[in-house]
């Protein structure tokens, strides 16, 4: 009987206290950061969560880890914006739930791109980010050519935290470049390869057609021939802060070594940041005499290339007239 008595009294005991760790709690306004560092003990975390009013008492903590023995607190940052039982808590840190945010970085897009979706996450200001990015210091041995951070800030998915600055961000993206970089075992130069593979990755939609469009651009190199890349130009603007979304016939004569339209060979550096496929195309372009390459008008993203200024201007007229046809 008496071991009944202690069973029962042992069961409400459990029961209450499972009622009272699934009750929830806020003690703070909108939001609150919690950041636990490695090493920290149970009762310390205990501690700062109590302090800073995700939970009513550090004993709630502690009595939650009686309701989940074996679990490992995990340290980061964690990020308490609504109301949660301890055990939710505890369960949270113990999975290592941890505030980030999610940066995604499309190929093709440059570091003024990567600065505006930075901003847009309210980590830091654009202008901040391209800042760092215009510094190749941390390139340099890699690229001793390289004029800015452009073309290594690798395209991927990354996650910061409150505490990543712009010039970690960009340690971060250019070290995924130089993963990547080892892994195609490139023979070639970095800086000449990078460059054209942004020119690629700007001026193709379609992976099938890269190598094609690598092997324009080197056709033209091999001849002396200029590059006439709109992007190009594009990106001359951006560097002075003058692209308004056209091309304008200014932009066009302008006198600046990134205008392809004025100056043969490549531009000084890249002028986006090209994916692993504009890499493959200019490390191995198609086996192609093309000289000349325009968007066909079937809206397919495709392109018709050809081989001579006669042919390019017949593909010219039917891109032209599909697009009078498609506007009627």
Same mark, same amino acid.
Do not use: F, K, Q, W
């Given at each position: 009987m008496k071991t009944v008595r202690i069973l029962a009294v042992a069961a409400l005991a459990l029961a209450f206290l499972i009622f009272w760790h699934a009750r929830t709690y806020q003690g703070f306004a909108d939001e609150v950061f919690v950041d636990i560092?490695?090493?920290a003990s149970t009762g310390g975390i205990a501690r700062m969560l109590a302090s800073a009013g995700v939970v009513r008492s550090r004993w709630?903590? =502690?009595?939650? !880890?009686?309701?989940? $023995?074996?679990r490992v607190l995990q340290a980061g940052e964690y990020r308490f914006h609504q109301a949660a039982s301890p055990l939710e808590v505890y369960n949270r840190i113990a999975r290592g739930d941890v505030f980030y945010y999610e940066l995604i970085v499309p190929e093709g897009r440059n570091m003024f791109d990567i600065g505006a979706a930075v901003e847009k996450l309210g980590l830091f200001k654009a202008g901040e980010f391209v800042a760092a990015a215009r510094? $190749?210091?941390?390139?340099?041995?890699l690229d001793p050519a390289a004029p800015t951070l452009e073309g290594y800030l690798f395209p991927n998915t990354y996650r910061l935290?409150?505490? +990543?600055? $712009?010039?970690? =961000?960009?340690?971060?993206?250019?070290a995924k470049f130089r993963d990547v970089w080892q892994e195609l075992g490139a023979p070639a130069g970095v800086h000449? +390869?990078? +460059? =054209?593979?942004?020119?690629?990755?700007k001026e193709s939609k379609l992976d099938g057609e890269r190598p094609e469009i690598a092997a324009v651009f080197l056709n033209r190199l091999r001849i002396g021939m200029k590059l006439d890349c709109d992007p190009t130009t594009i990106y001359a603007a951006l560097?002075?802060?003058?692209y308004r979304g056209t091309i304008y016939r200014s932009d066009l004569d302008?006198?600046? $070594?990134?205008? +392809?339209? !004025?100056?043969a060979g490549l531009p000084p550096g890249p002028i986006a940041n090209p994916g692993l496929a504009s890499l493959n195309a200019a490390l191995h372009p198609a086996a192609s005499e093309a000289l000349y390459f325009v968007l066909r008008p079937d809206g397919s993203g495709a392109h018709q290339f050809s081989n001579n200024i006669a042919a390019h201007e017949v593909a010219i007229g039917k891109y032209r007239h599909g697009l009078q046809k498609h506007l009627r």
């Open positions: 560092p490695r090493g709630d903590i =502690l009595a939650a !880890r009686l309701l989940a $023995p074996g510094n $190749p210091a941390s390139i340099r041995d935290s409150r505490h +990543t600055t $712009p010039a970690g =961000l960009c340690r971060l993206m250019t000449h +390869t990078v +460059t =054209l593979a942004s020119l690629v990755e560097l002075e802060d003058r302008r006198d600046d $070594p990134y205008n +392809t339209y !004025r100056y």
